[in-house]
């Protein structure tokens, strides 16, 4: 790939880094003379219509991020491979900070957590959970400044519903897996918060806060096992430490801080010598939810009786063969393609998937198994029936859209109207709550007026931006231009300007980026 012309724009140099589903390379912008980073779609996962999906999602996701603690995109492309051009940054991973198998000094380690609980606040206030915080993923600069990196993974707040992947099919990194990540289940900003957690955690005591032989025993520890308080690791930690990272680490979401600014405020009282007065749930784990925690777990990750992680360690695991993509396909034809594995047959409802035809694969496609392993197929029921909350009226539009798409439906229009109730209250629901429609539908809100900021959404693709001014509770007018320099697709112009205050139901102008 070194010197390839990408996009008849960006020169590839030298390459700086390779994860699982790309590469990275230094290039330069030939029309702009600077350096910049590209990460190019490995060849093998570009042949894969669902790598290049969340490959394609990752670049809308970061595109709509303008924050000084994120990794910047610039652009994007498909040919000759599909390729995301980002910020170059100067500097070193935390994960090689980490893995020195040191101890972060204390100061070091609130100043880093600040960075990336002002990067993860900025994302999920502007509708984008990560899913995948890692040391690998946070970039400390040459001047020390902190920058969260690779949404590949990320996903819209809005889009809760639905997944790239599906029931059984686990995306993350086992040591900095969330409860509800490991046991397959809808990731939303409290993964983030756990995770984050997890990194703090290890830099302070030197080890992760669960760890196990395999990731099947790391998850396992995520959903059941005890936390051991960082100050018996480390005596002289100041004791808002210990509150700051069981609540952050809590088993149940629900006992977690509910946004990153929160952690970050009792973040900012230690480091002030505050008093953390956040309080601790108290609900110990049963038996038979750490029993059905612990087998969840192990399907999520695509472990069966004879699955790939169960495989003999003595296999060399690049001579393995790799799996067929089979999503897509009747049962009977992946049963087919997978006649040298052992199959194993889940069904679930899947509003992107007919009927019939398998939603997902775990372990996915082209990962390299042992012939004889297992391999777990869930074949879609179809998208199902959803009911539609039945105390959605009262609610702030925020929460009706939460509590919309935790039931796998989304705001489809809103109506602004003149009310006593405060702004974006929800006055009506369409269908009415408590009907019974099919998952994926829209519903219409009818909503108090009132004024509201407009979110920036230049650089934001089309039919991402027009879904975030629905969400927001404005009407959308659509116009075309062109500009050279963006790509095509994205908006380029909006009226009013982002940041600016607008009356809840008016229309704000987007300006989409049209070839001549």
């Known amino acids: 790939m070194i010197n390839s012309l990408l996009g008849d724009r960006y020169k590839l140099g030298e390459m700086i880094g390779t994860g699982g589903m790309a590469d990275v390379y230094i290039a330069e912008d030939t029309r702009l003379a600077r350096q910049v980073a590209v990460k190019v779609l490995r060849s093998d996962l570009a042949r894969d219509p669902s790598f290049v999906a969340r490959f394609r999602k990752e670049a809308l996701a970061a595109a709509a991020l303008n924050h000084p603690g994120i990794v910047a995109v610039y652009d994007s492309g498909e040919e000759p491979a599909p390729y995301i051009v980002m910020e170059l940054i100067s500097g070193h991973t935390l994960r090689e900070l980490i893995h020195k ?8 380690t609130l100043e880093i957590g600040e960075g990336i609980l002002a990067a993860l606040e900025y994302s999920h206030q502007s509708g984008i959970v990560h899913r995948d915080i890692k040391p690998a993923n946070i970039m400390i600069t040459d001047n020390g400044d902190v920058k969260v990196m690779d949404f590949g993974i990320a996903r819209a707040l809005a889009d809760l519903g639905a997944t790239l992947t599906s029931t059984w099919n686990v995306v993350g990194t086992a040591q900095y897996l969330s409860p509800e990540q490991a046991l397959g289940e809808v990731a939303d900003l409290r993964s983030d918060i756990y995770s984050t957690g997890c990194l703090l955690y290890e830099m ?21 096992g005890v936390l051991t308080l960082p100050s018996s690791i480390v005596p002289e930690l100041p004791t808002g430490i210990d509150t700051l990272l069981t609540v952050a680490l809590a088993k149940n979401p629900d006992d977690r801080y509910q946004s990153a600014g929160l952690m970050l405020d009792d973040l900012y009282k230690i480091k002030t010598g505050e008093v953390v007065t956040t309080k601790i749930a108290k609900q110990p784990v049963s038996r038979r939810k750490v029993l059905v925690g612990a087998i969840s777990a192990i399907v999520a990750l695509g472990v069966v009786v004879g699955g790939v992680f169960l495989a003999r360690p003595d296999v060399a695991t690049s001579n393995l063969p790799q799996l067929p993509n089979v999503v897509g396909l009747t049962q009977a034809e992946a049963q087919a393609l997978l006649g040298d594995y052992v199959v194993t047959i889940t069904r679930a409802h899947d509003g992107r998937i007919p009927k019939d035809r398998v939603a997902s694969q775990v372990p996915l496609a082209t990962t390299r198994a042992q012939k004889g392993s297992g391999v777990v197929l869930t074949i879609s029921d179809g998208p199902g029936d959803s009911v539609v909350p039945i105390d959605l009226v009262g609610m702030s539009l925020m ?11 989304v705001i489809s229009s809103t109506e602004a109207v003149p009310s006593e109730e405060p702004q974006g ?19 219409v809100l009818q909503i108090a007026s009132g004024e509201v900021t407009v979110p920036s959404l230049i650089g934001t693709d089309a039919l991402q931006a027009k879904t975030i001014l629905v969400q927001e ?23 009013p300007d982002g940041g600016t205050t607008q009356t809840i139901g008016k229309s704000v102008t987007i300006t989409i980026n049209k070839a001549p």
């Open 101 to 108: 198998g040191e101890r972060v000094p204390l100061k070091r």
């Open 204 to 224: 302070l005591t030197g080890k992760p806060p669960f760890t196990g032989e395999t990731p099947v025993s790391i998850a396992y520890q995520h959903v059941s």
């Open 399 to 409: 929460d009706a859209r939460s509590a919309l798409t935790a039931v796998g439906l």
């Open 425 to 443: 209250t929800v006055l009506k629901v369409t269908p009415e709550p408590g009907s019974t429609i099919t998952a994926g539908s829209g519903v």
């Open 473 to 495: 509770g404005f009407l959308v007018r659509e116009v075309e231009g062109y500009d050279a320099n963006q790509p095509i697709g994205v908006v380029i112009r909006q009226a």
